[in-house]
């Protein structure tokens, strides 16, 4: 059992950034593959970027490329999400995922455990 933790989040204006982490706990942080999702009110549950075990390969959903980065620190069992040039459409709870597969998934459903959410409200 993984269990995580998201903090980070809050109300911003557009344009600012934020930085979401989420602690992990139980099992080996470093055995599983890390992600951040996203959903909105209305709509369905996105991904928004994934990170390897090493943290060496990432991936990052095309609306937030080069905007959004993913990291982890294995000897902390934390993984972030920094955010920058942040807009009302990026507004949503924002949730991370581990995931024990051999290669990285943008499929919300190979995701194992999942953390209770932290919201993200961007107002214009």
């Known amino acids: 059992q993984v269990h995580l933790v998201e903090s980070g989040g809050g109300w911003v204006q557009a344009g600012d950034s934020l930085r979401l982490s989420c602690a992990a706990s139980g099992r080996t942080f470093s055995n599983y593959n890390m992600a951040w999702f996203r959903q909105a009110p209305g709509k369905e549950r996105e991904f928004v970027a994934t990170i390897s075990r090493s943290g060496a390969s990432t991936a990052y959903a095309d609306s937030v490329k080069g905007r959004f980065t993913i990291s982890r620190d294995n000897a902390e069992n934390t993984v972030y999400l920094q955010m920058n040039s942040l807009n009302p459409e990026d507004s949503a709870v924002y949730y991370c995922?581990?995931?024990?597969?051999?290669?990285?998934?943008?499929?919300?459903?190979?995701?194992?455990?999942w953390g209770q959410g932290t919201q993200v409200t961007v107002s214009s």
């Open positions: 995922a581990a995931d024990d597969a051999e290669y990285l998934n943008p499929d919300s459903k190979k995701y194992d455990y």
